[in-house]
């Protein structure tokens, strides 16, 4: 409202009265505020402007005209009256309703006024009873001629019957809106009437409907269904009026209100919808009209969609007409036109497919659509009738009780998928892409088994022998859900694979590389198609054989590449029987019932203990990447398998984890091998866990919880020891004794290896629930090692250990009874018991403040920082004082760790804190934080900056600014605050201007906490420098580009690249005219006039690099190259002559006396002139006066360069 309200008060100077008069409403009204010493809120201006209103009115100051004062108030009630609550508007609703109401028929020859009036009228009062009245007025605007006006009573209309009141579905007015819209379309179809019998050329009906048609669009999901049939009458009758925009319009609300009655029949009214089609039917297009008739066929579709739903048999006996009817309109040249035609024959086989009675229909579909792809008139329609082809398959597969198809329907449609698949591979087809979705779709449809019938894959060396066409095209459509069987794969592409990997074999022998690749991608395409024959399969008992389980088995173990198409097949058998059984949601194409799919699972069981031992050696003897598909594998068969024979299973695992426990134990390094057995076995309990037996959990518990297993020095074995323990726990299956476990672990805890704290403080977490409210002493020993693991280097480790201190602080604040005398080191006279609740937990964790390291210190007040965010509502305010004094001493210390944390506290305590608690503290915190504001290390600098902005978003300047202690503390401040009111006129600059841009979103990490504690949230993050502006001039030495880091926080070198990278000499672009500036102009005849320079600085000068020779410099110095004729980089060579070449320009001659010594005296050669290389080498050149050039071999640029002194380097004949 404030940055609304700015954009007024600026008017106030303005010459148009009304910009004017809001203004000056406005200034007066805060005078006001000033005098009274009221809060400029939103309700003080909504009550001072309805105070204002009423005086007006009473008045009888009710002139509209621009610069009057009730405008003026209108405008800004209507301004003001979003940011008012509910609660005070609903208290003045009847004094605004008496004042406004009155005021609709004299406002609508203002529009400005008019649009104010509504801008009052929001959901919230609208919703009270009353003002039917005010809403009808409303409804009238809706069609009013002047579009803002409109525009706006339809936004009003839409808010409120889309926000009905509680509990109510639909809104009250919903159905007062839907008499007045049925009103209107009868006035417009009357008044059309009336308009063509008088032959009058007005077309004010026509925009009328137009109008009609918009406002109906948005809120037809808002009105009552029952309203459709009617509306649907009234508004068919419109494109008989003859208007294209009209009709189009028309066609489109009518297919938007059949749309929604497929949803909702009782918006139907089948007995009309015949006449419904016949009417719309008896007024076709053009088939050329872009505009008119893609809306016109749309509409017939989703009729026949609408009609299909209630009364699919009488659809049935128009759907033959319609599709002669849409049709033709797939010759059209237009795209748009063929595309609606495409859609409305979809909605067409859609409504077949839902009748059972109806399935000769395809047959008679499919011809139509394999004559029009032989047709030329069809040419330009292909890509349609591909797409018509391909939902004629899907629906003719997806009938409503799943029947399947007459012999010579099916016959029928085989025809055309063959008639698609020659087109496919006949040269110069263009659609090929569209061809291979329609049969994508067959292949689904059908399955492998029908379509390679019709359509032979034709890639072996006798099928080229033969010239037959290769069709390897179809490999890639297998990996899909099919209802071929099981069988056909084992029957037909198992040894069609063999034979290709033979040939794949022989061309590796007799080196044919490019062969050999081909083969072996064709296999790799068969087996891939390997897993879509798995879903909910008809004959699993019989295909998968002995013989067939060898072969996959062989695969598993031999073929890496084949490897991941193998397991994903195994997985689905499993899992897509069980859920069929189970009767959840499956992919099922073959359309097995649930005792087929029990009896499938049934059958997996018996091979389920074989399949687990395959699985357990490929696992031991893949890398640590290709695990985890079999891990997944191994869980799904593991869900099906008998309790004896997992017990087996976990016993053998158990027997190899025992038996190179010992081999491992040995090994004194921390270095982690993932591959061992140790490992292996550990990961396949992992596996194993949630279908292992009481007994058996507990005796694992055991085995990981001891010292041969936790102490061993390597990273693997600790992670996954600690990764089961705490599995085990989470699984609530077995007991567990907290105080023996912990025990236990604190004995542990000298071995553990860094890389295992992650999952060690996770299975600290999973106990802590377990710990009974009268053994709360366990708590204490545990707080060290979870502080100490917050500043770990490990981002996980660090969560973790955030995660177990935040369930310790649950477990305090359920109660219990902490026993002092049972902690070590506790004085004897301290009281033996205390009540175990956060304050006290917190006090705990405080302990460690007085630690000996600064480490540990920091630690702490990072943990206490956790648990003040979380615990905030459950903290006193006496125990965050007291939080808040004891850290703040630390912002004094010399260290720059403990500094860190305490930063992080304060910004969190300024967030979290009420202003009670914060604000006695002021005078101590605010110079303390100056103290470090101008510290670049560790972001101190910025870290102080970003508290100073939030201190002063809760507390005013002036109480901030008056605790800093001296003037260079004040100075900052200051800084800060000119910093902030900068990035405030940016941000005003930029949000006019937000149309262009893109807003900005801000960055999170998901965490709140790490938002507030290490997020900036700076709002002065643009600006560079914390200086002022005079001290920010950049040094001539000082060009070039450089990186702008973000404070705080990582940066990500590919996120806002554009922003990021600046240029400082981007500003100083060279202007038009600013080299001649530099020149001196003859006042009589205005010409430039450029001096020679004196022999002073031509020797000061005489080394300056002369424009233009660069490109020499480049082929010719020691850092220069050249390019070879195939355009490689050759650098030259760093030889004497050359660097004496180099140096030959710049050399000075030196005369020796006779005994050897130099004189002193050092001669200058002659300097080449500027512009010298330009210059014709043999020619004579042009006429030469005094030894002066005509032209000038140089750029103004050049001649503008200034010496010594501020004087001009050049002549202007080219001399220094």
Same mark, same amino acid.
């Given at each position: 409202?404030?940055?609304?309200?700015?954009?007024?008060?600026?008017?106030?100077?303005?010459s148009?009265?009304?910009?004017?008069?809001?203004?000056?409403?406005?200034?007066?009204?805060?005078?006001?505020?000033?005098?009274?010493?009221?809060?400029?809120?939103?309700?003080?201006?909504?009550?001072?402007?309805?105070?204002?209103?009423?005086?007006?009115?009473?008045?009888?100051?009710v002139?509209?005209?621009?610069?009057?004062?009730l405008?003026?108030?209108?405008y800004?009630?209507?301004?003001?009256?979003?940011?008012?609550?509910?609660?005070?508007?609903?208290?003045?609703?009847?004094?605004?309703?008496?004042?406004?109401?009155?005021?609709?028929?004299s406002?609508?020859?203002?529009?400005p006024?008019?649009?104010?009036?509504?801008?009052?009228?929001?959901?919230?009062?609208l919703?009270?009873?009353g003002?039917?009245?005010?809403f009808?007025s409303i409804?009238?605007?809706?069609?009013?001629?002047?579009?803002?006006?409109?525009k706006?009573?339809?936004?009003?209309?839409k808010?409120?019957?889309?926000?009905?009141?509680?509990?109510?579905?639909?809104?009250?007015?919903?159905?007062?809106?839907?008499?007045?819209?049925?009103?209107?379309?009868?006035?417009v179809?009357?008044g059309?009437l009336?308009q063509?019998?008088?032959?009058?050329?007005?077309?004010?009906s026509?925009?009328?409907?137009?109008?009609? #048609?918009?406002?109906? %669009?948005?809120?037809l +999901?808002? !009105?009552?269904? /029952? *309203? =459709?049939p009617?509306i649907?009458a @009234?508004? #068919?009758?419109?494109p %008989?009026?003859?208007? +294209?925009? !009209?009709?189009? /319009? *028309? =066609?489109?609300?009518?297919?938007? @209100?059949?749309?929604?009655?497929r949803?909702d029949?009782?918006g139907v009214?089948?007995?009309?919808?015949?006449d419904?089609?016949?009417?719309?039917m008896a007024l076709?297009?053009?088939?050329?009209d872009?505009?008119?008739?893609?809306?016109?066929?749309?509409?017939?579709?989703?009729?026949?969609a609408?009609?299909?739903v209630?009364?699919?048999d009488?659809?049935?006996?128009h759907?033959?007409?319609?599709?002669?009817?849409v049709?033709?309109?797939?010759?059209s040249?237009?795209?748009?036109?063929?595309?609606?035609?495409?859609?409305?024959?979809d909605l067409?086989?859609?409504?077949v497919?839902?009748?059972?009675?109806?399935?000769t229909?395809f047959?008679?579909?499919?011809?139509?659509?394999?004559k029009?792809?032989?047709?030329?008139?069809?040419?330009?329609?292909i890509p349609?009738?591909?797409?018509?082809?391909?939902?004629?398959?899907?629906?003719?597969?997806n009938?409503?009780?799943?029947?399947?198809?007459?012999?010579s329907?099916?016959?029928?449609?085989l025809?055309?998928?063959?008639?698609i698949?020659?087109?496919?591979?006949?040269?110069?087809?263009?659609?090929?892409e569209a061809?291979?979705?329609?049969?994508s779709?067959a292949?689904?449809?059908?399955g492998?088994?029908?379509?390679?019938?019709v359509?032979?894959?034709?890639?072996?060396?006798?099928d080229?022998?033969?010239?037959?066409?290769?069709?390897?095209?179809?490999?890639?459509?297998?990996?899909?859900?099919?209802?071929?069987?099981?069988?056909?794969?084992?029957?037909?592409?198992?040894?069609?694979?063999?034979?290709?990997?033979?040939?794949?074999?022989?061309?590796?022998?007799?080196?044919?590389?490019?062969?050999a690749?081909?083969w072996?991608?064709?296999?790799?395409?068969?087996?891939?198609?390997?897993f879509?024959?798995?879903?909910g399969?008809?004959?699993?008992?019989?295909?998968l054989?002995?013989?067939?389980s060898?072969?996959?088995?062989?695969?598993?173990?031999?073929?890496?590449?084949?490897?991941?198409?193998?397991l994903k097949?195994?997985?689905?058998?499993?899992?897509?029987?069980?859920?069929?059984a189970?009767q959840?949601?499956?992919?099922?194409?073959?359309?097995?019932?649930?005792?087929?799919?029990?009896?499938?699972?049934?059958?997996?069981?018996?091979?389920?203990?074989?399949?687990?031992?395959?699985?357990?050696?490929?696992?031991g003897?893949?890398?640590?990447?290709?695990r985890?598909?079999?891990?997944e594998?191994?869980?799904?068969?593991?869900?099906?398998?008998?309790?004896?024979?997992?017990?087996?299973?976990?016993?053998?695992v158990v027997?190899?984890?025992k038996?190179?426990?010992?081999?491992?134990?040995?090994?004194?390094?921390?270095v982690?091998?993932?591959?061992?057995?140790?490992?292996?076995?550990?990961?396949l309990?992992?596996?194993?866990?949630?279908?292992?037996?009481?007994t058996?959990?507990?005796?694992?518990?055991q085995?990981?919880?001891?010292?041969?297993?936790?102490?061993?020095?390597?990273?693997?074995?600790?992670?996954?020891?600690?990764?089961?323990?705490?599995?085990?726990?989470?699984s609530?299956?077995t007991?567990?004794?907290?105080?023996?476990?912990f025990?236990?672990?604190?004995t542990?805890?000298?071995?553990?290896?860094?890389?295992?704290k992650?999952?060690?403080?996770?299975?600290?977490?999973?106990?802590i629930?377990?710990?009974?409210?009268?053994?709360?002493?366990?708590?204490?020993?545990?707080i060290?090692?979870?502080?100490?693991?917050?500043?770990?280097?490990s981002?996980?480790?660090?969560?973790?250990?955030?995660?177990?201190?935040i369930?310790?602080?649950h477990?305090?604040?359920?109660g219990g009874?902490?026993?002092?005398?049972?902690?070590?080191g506790?004085?004897?006279?301290?009281p033996t018991?205390?009540a175990?609740?956060?304050?006290?937990?917190?006090?705990m964790?405080?302990?460690?403040?007085?630690?000996?390291?600064?480490h540990?210190i920091?630690?702490?007040?990072?943990?206490l920082?956790?648990?003040v965010?979380?615990f905030?509502?459950?903290?006193?305010?006496?125990?965050k004082?007291?939080?808040?004094?004891?850290?703040?001493?630390?912002?004094?210390?010399?260290?720059?760790?403990i500094?860190?944390?305490?930063?992080?506290?304060i910004?969190?305590?300024?967030?979290t804190?009420?202003?009670?608690?914060?604000?006695?503290?002021?005078?101590?915190?605010?110079?303390?934080?100056?103290?470090?504001?101008?510290?670049?290390?560790n972001?101190?600098k910025?870290?102080?900056?970003?508290?100073?902005?939030?201190?002063?978003?809760?507390f005013s300047?002036?109480?901030?600014?008056?605790?800093?202690?001296?003037?260079?503390?004040?100075k900052?401040?200051?800084?800060?605050?000119?910093r902030?009111?900068?990035?405030k006129?940016?941000?005003?600059?930029?949000?006019?201007?937000?149309?262009?841009e893109?807003?900005?979103?801000d960055?999170?990490t998901?965490?709140?906490f790490?938002?507030i504690?290490?997020g900036?949230?700076?709002?002065?993050?643009?600006?560079?420098?914390?200086?002022?502006t005079?001290?920010s001039?950049?040094?001539?030495?000082r060009?070039?580009?450089?990186?702008?880091?973000?404070?705080?926080?990582?940066?990500?070198?590919?996120?806002?690249?554009?922003?990021?990278v600046?240029?400082?000499s981007?500003?100083?672009?060279?202007?038009?005219?600013?080299?001649?500036a530099?020149?001196?102009?003859?006042?009589?005849?205005?010409?430039?006039v450029?001096?020679?320079?004196?022999?002073?600085?031509?020797?000061?000068?005489?080394?300056?690099?002369?424009?233009?020779?660069?490109?020499?410099?480049?082929?010719?110095?020691?850092?220069?190259?050249?390019?070879?004729?195939?355009?490689?980089?050759?650098?030259?060579?760093?030889?004497?002559?050359r660097?004496?070449?180099?140096?030959?320009?710049?050399?000075?001659d030196?005369?020796?006396?006779?005994?050897?010594?130099?004189?002193?005296?050092?001669?200058?050669?002659?300097?080449v002139?500027?512009?010298?290389?330009?210059?014709?080498?043999?020619?004579?050149?042009?006429?030469?006066?005094s030894?002066?050039?005509?032209?000038?071999?140089?750029t103004?640029?050049?001649?503008?360069?200034?010496?010594?002194?501020?004087?001009?380097r050049?002549?202007i004949?080219?001399k220094?």
């Amino acid at each position: 409202m404030d940055q609304a309200l700015a954009k007024i008060r600026v008017q106030i100077s303005s010459s148009l009265p009304h910009q004017k008069a809001p203004a000056s409403l406005l200034v007066a009204l805060e005078s006001t505020f000033k005098e009274q010493k009221t809060e400029p809120s939103p309700t003080a201006y909504f009550a001072a402007l309805l105070t204002t209103l009423d005086a007006t009115i009473h008045k009888k100051e009710v002139s509209l005209n621009e610069g009057d004062i009730l405008p003026a108030e209108l405008y800004l009630i209507a301004l003001v009256i979003p940011f008012v609550s509910v609660s005070v508007i609903r208290a003045n609703l009847s004094t605004l309703l008496n004042l406004t109401a009155p005021l609709f028929p004299s406002l609508f020859e203002h529009a400005p006024a008019l649009r104010s009036q509504l801008s009052l009228y929001n959901r919230s009062q609208l919703e009270t009873h009353g003002i039917r009245q005010a809403f009808a007025s409303i409804l009238q605007l809706c069609l009013d001629p002047r579009p803002k006006v409109r525009k706006k009573a339809a936004e009003v209309v839409k808010n409120v019957l889309s926000k009905p009141p509680l509990p109510l579905v639909r809104h009250p007015y919903a159905e007062r809106t839907a008499e007045w819209t049925q009103s209107a379309l009868k006035d417009v179809n009357q008044g059309a009437l009336a308009q063509s019998k008088s032959k009058k050329p007005e077309g004010s009906s026509d925009e009328s409907a137009i109008h009609l #048609l918009a406002f109906i %669009r948005p809120i037809l +999901p808002d !009105l009552p269904s /029952s *309203s =459709y049939p009617p509306i649907t009458a @009234l508004i #068919l009758s419109l494109p %008989r009026l003859g208007n +294209p925009y !009209l009709s189009q /319009s *028309s =066609y489109s609300v009518l297919s938007d @209100l059949f749309s929604r009655s497929r949803d909702d029949t009782s918006g139907v009214d089948v007995s009309v919808l015949p006449d419904i089609l016949k009417t719309v039917m008896a007024l076709p297009p053009s088939k050329v009209d872009a505009t008119l008739a893609p809306a016109w066929v749309i509409v017939l579709g989703d009729a026949m969609a609408a009609f299909s739903v209630t009364d699919n048999d009488a659809c049935m006996e128009h759907v033959q007409s319609i599709w002669k009817t849409v049709w033709p309109f797939l010759e059209s040249s237009n795209t748009a036109v063929r595309q609606a035609a495409a859609r409305s024959v979809d909605l067409l086989l859609d409504c077949v497919s839902q009748n059972d009675h109806s399935f000769t229909k395809f047959g008679d579909f499919a011809s139509h659509i394999s004559k029009g792809l032989s047709s030329v008139n069809f040419t330009r329609a292909i890509p349609e009738l591909l797409q018509v082809a391909s939902s004629l398959v899907i629906s003719s597969q997806n009938s409503k009780d799943k029947k399947p198809l007459t012999h010579s329907v099916n016959q029928t449609i085989l025809s055309l998928i063959e008639q698609i698949g020659s087109l496919r591979v006949a040269k110069g087809f263009e659609y090929k892409e569209a061809a291979d979705g329609t049969l994508s779709s067959a292949m689904r449809a059908f399955g492998p088994e029908v379509i390679l019938k019709v359509l032979p894959l034709n890639i072996e060396p006798s099928d080229r022998q033969a010239s037959r066409e290769p069709r390897a095209f179809l490999l890639p459509l297998l990996a899909q859900p099919h209802p071929s069987p099981l069988s056909h794969f084992v029957s037909y592409f198992v040894p069609l694979s063999e034979r290709m990997f033979d040939l794949q074999q022989k061309a590796d022998q007799e080196g044919r590389e490019s062969e050999a690749k081909l083969w072996s991608v064709l296999v790799a395409q068969i087996w891939t198609g390997f897993f879509a024959y798995c879903h909910g399969t008809t004959d699993l008992e019989t295909a998968l054989n002995p013989s067939f389980s060898q072969l996959l088995s062989q695969l598993l173990y031999s073929q890496p590449d084949l490897r991941l198409a193998v397991l994903k097949g195994l997985k689905i058998i499993v899992d897509s029987n069980v859920s069929i059984a189970a009767q959840n949601e499956a992919i099922n194409p073959a359309r097995i019932d649930t005792d087929k799919a029990a009896r499938n699972v049934d059958f997996l069981r018996t091979q389920a203990e074989s399949w687990l031992a395959v699985f357990f050696n490929v696992f031991g003897s893949v890398g640590r990447d290709s695990r985890g598909i079999v891990g997944e594998v191994i869980v799904s068969w593991a869900g099906i398998t008998p309790d004896a024979e997992i017990n087996k299973a976990y016993g053998k695992v158990v027997s190899l984890l025992k038996n190179d426990l010992a081999k491992t134990s040995q090994m004194k390094s921390g270095v982690s091998s993932d591959e061992s057995v140790t490992v292996t076995a550990l990961d396949l309990l992992l596996l194993l866990l949630p279908y292992l037996s009481t007994t058996d959990l507990n005796a694992l518990f055991q085995t990981c919880l001891s010292s041969t297993l936790l102490a061993i020095k390597d990273n693997a074995v600790q992670k996954r020891g600690y990764k089961v323990l705490a599995r085990i726990v989470e699984s609530k299956k077995t007991t567990v004794d907290v105080e023996t476990v912990f025990r236990e672990l604190d004995t542990l805890s000298d071995s553990l290896v860094p890389a295992a704290k992650k999952d060690r403080f996770g299975l600290l977490s999973a106990l802590i629930p377990l710990i009974p409210s009268s053994a709360m002493h366990l708590i204490p020993s545990l707080i060290p090692e979870a502080v100490l693991g917050t500043k770990e280097t490990s981002d996980k480790t660090r969560t973790a250990a955030f995660e177990l201190i935040i369930a310790m602080g649950h477990k305090m604040s359920e109660g219990g009874v902490v026993k002092r005398d049972m902690l070590d080191g506790m004085d004897e006279d301290s009281p033996t018991e205390a009540a175990a609740n956060i304050e006290e937990f917190m006090k705990m964790v405080a302990g460690g403040l007085a630690g000996s390291s600064p480490h540990m210190i920091s630690a702490s007040v990072t943990a206490l920082s956790r648990l003040v965010f979380e615990f905030k509502d459950q903290i006193s305010n006496d125990m965050k004082n007291e939080i808040f004094t004891t850290l703040l001493v630390f912002l004094s210390s010399a260290n720059r760790e403990i500094v860190k944390s305490v930063l992080g506290f304060i910004k969190l305590s300024i967030h979290t804190f009420p202003i009670n608690i914060v604000q006695p503290h002021l005078k101590e915190l605010v110079p303390a934080l100056l103290n470090w504001s101008h510290d670049h290390k560790n972001h101190f600098k910025a870290k102080v900056r970003h508290i100073f902005e939030r201190l002063l978003r809760r507390f005013s300047w002036e109480e901030v600014y008056s605790c800093a202690s001296n003037e260079d503390a004040s100075k900052v401040l200051i800084n800060i605050k000119k910093r902030k009111d900068r990035a405030k006129r940016r941000k005003e600059n930029r949000r006019e201007d937000e149309d262009e841009e893109e807003p900005q979103v801000d960055r999170t990490t998901g965490d709140a906490f790490e938002d507030i504690v290490y997020g900036s949230e700076s709002e002065l993050e643009d600006t560079d420098e914390d200086e002022p502006t005079h001290r920010s001039e950049t040094r001539p030495g000082r060009k070039g580009m450089r990186l702008r880091m973000d404070d705080d926080e990582p940066m990500d070198l590919l996120q806002g690249v554009a922003s990021r990278v600046t240029n400082k000499s981007s500003d100083r672009r060279r202007k038009p005219g600013q080299d001649a500036a530099q020149f001196k102009v003859d006042e009589e005849s205005g010409k430039m006039v450029i001096n020679d320079s004196d022999d002073d600085e031509e020797a000061g000068n005489d080394g300056q690099d002369v424009s233009g020779t660069a490109y020499r410099e480049n082929i010719t110095s020691v850092d220069g190259f050249t390019r070879g004729p195939n355009g490689r980089i050759k650098f030259n060579k760093d030889t004497k002559k050359r660097r004496r070449n180099e140096e030959g320009d710049d050399a000075m001659d030196v005369d020796d006396d006779g005994d050897g010594k130099s004189s002193g005296k050092q001669k200058r050669r002659s300097s080449v002139k500027l512009g010298q290389e330009f210059k014709s080498k043999r020619a004579g050149g042009d006429l030469k006066k005094s030894g002066v050039d005509p032209y000038a071999y140089l750029t103004l640029a050049q001649a503008s360069k200034k010496g010594r002194g501020g004087k001009s380097r050049i002549g202007i004949a080219g001399k220094r």
